[in-house]
């Protein structure tokens, strides 16, 4: 089973934030939060990943708690191409455990 | 460097047919994955491989056979097709340290 777990659905207006959560409470001390997303039916796409420290790239940020038993995306200004699933995932970084499990993630609309 | 290269897009399948779903990787990834999308569905791992030789079952093998002979291809094999297994198939590549990188899917219907 997957060891996240994240609101079916949100919307959010475009141009604003959106902020997306995930808990994951029984993470592990070398277990990285990655985050993916679908538009339609393409294959899921890389978006951030990060361990305890708050991650940003040029898609998005990644806030984690201090506990580190949840995370949050933010899309700091949602457009609508932005509109798809988003999966949250627990995985070890370059370690060796082979499975890669997804949850069913959260399905984001972004509305004019 | 073309990625994740999965063939064919398009399947049309009859009850009891077998087929093998190509997948191609050219970033010398040692581990790969099959995954299955039923329509509104989140992904199901069907099985996958930590490198050459080497596989491992996932959440959903029941139905397919897969098999690394390279590290470079991962073909997943349907024995004899059920209007179950209808669904989209993804593929994915992963190095140790990196994202991991998904084909467009195959779309399987079992009629």
Known sequence: DAK??????MDCAEGRAANLPCNHSTISG???VYWYRQIHSQGPQYIIHGLKNNETNEMAS???TEDRKSSTLILPHATLRDTAVYYCIVRVYGGSQGNLIFGKGTKLSVKP | NAGVTQTPKFRILKIGQS???QCTQDMNHNYMYWYRQDPGMGLKLIYYSVGAGITDKGEV???YNVSRSTTEDFPLRLELAAPSQTSVYFCASLGGDTEAFFGQGTRLTVV
């Open chain 2, 61 to 63: 093998p029941n139905g």
């Open chain 1, 4 to 9: 996240t777990t994240q609101p079916t659905s």
């Open chain 1, 62 to 64: 990644l806030i984690i």
């Open chain 1, 30 to 32: 070398n277990e990285y």
């Open chain 2, 19 to 21: 087929m093998t779903l």
